[in-house]
């Protein structure tokens, strides 16, 4: 009876010091803001101009934000070429990329598995979804290019129109471009076979010594 309590308690504790250990790591991601957040965000612009400069007859600059606002420190401008009209939209490099890197970090790294295993998905993972956080950025782009509003240089037939508004929309919401992408990630990167179980605390589920010596094991 107390061994069956005590492997029944395991699996809690288990999660319990996952738990912790990540969410330790992540408020330490996160008060390191403050002082990573400048050098972050100018790279978050610079990677955005490189790989949307020019898009669709319009010319698309990250830019230090104009006006402080709270957490914004990036305006988006996108300017139609043909017409010179011009767009800004305010938003935060925190939010759409340092706070979803800082997710996967803590959960890779709080893995109890392997460090050879948690420091390789750490680095398949980061760049997943430094992957996944562009191609967000591209659909909120085509978005506004394609849209009813002055800076438009993309016609796109109504299915087409509500086909990339169903896909943009969810990924700029922030719940989902904070929480749910860095967790998908790290579920894709990290685990295998039976890592589920050794995760949850299950020791039967880790692998068993092979046995030598004189013993037979069949006929």
């Not at 957040?37 to 007859?57: I, K, Q």
């Not at 016609?155 to 990339?164: D, I, K, N, Q, T």
Request: proline share 5%.
């Amino acid at each position: 009876m107390t061994q069956h309590a005590n492997r029944a308690r395991r699996p809690a504790r288990s999660i319990a010091v996952f738990l912790l250990l990540a969410a330790a790591i992540y408020a330490a991601l996160l008060a390191a803001w403050p002082m990573a957040g400048g050098v972050y965000a100018r790279g978050f612009r610079a990677t955005g101009n490189y790989l949307f400069g020019s898009m669709g007859g319009a010319s698309v600059r990250y830019r230090a934000a104009a006006q402080t606002i709270v957490y914004a420190d990036t305006d988006v401008v996108v300017r139609n070429l043909r017409t010179g009209d011009e767009a800004a939209r305010p938003m935060s490099t925190r939010y759409r990329g340092y706070y979803p890197a800082a997710m996967l970090v803590a959960l890779a790294v709080a893995t109890p598995l392997p460090w050879r295993r948690r420091l390789r998905a750490l680095a398949w993972g980061l760049v997943v979804l430094q992957a996944l956080i562009a191609w967000r950025e591209l659909m909120i782009l085509l978005e506004v290019l394609s849209g009813d509003n002055p800076v438009a240089t993309i016609a796109l037939s109504p299915f087409w129109r509500g086909a990339l508004e169903s896909v943009s929309r969810p990924l700029g919401a922030s719940t989902a471009s904070t929480f749910v992408l860095p967790v998908l990630v790290w579920i894709a990167v990290t685990f295998r076979g039976r890592d589920w179980a050794r995760l949850f605390g299950d020791s039967d589920a880790r692998p068993r010594e092979r046995v030598t010596g004189g013993h037979s094991h069949g006929p």
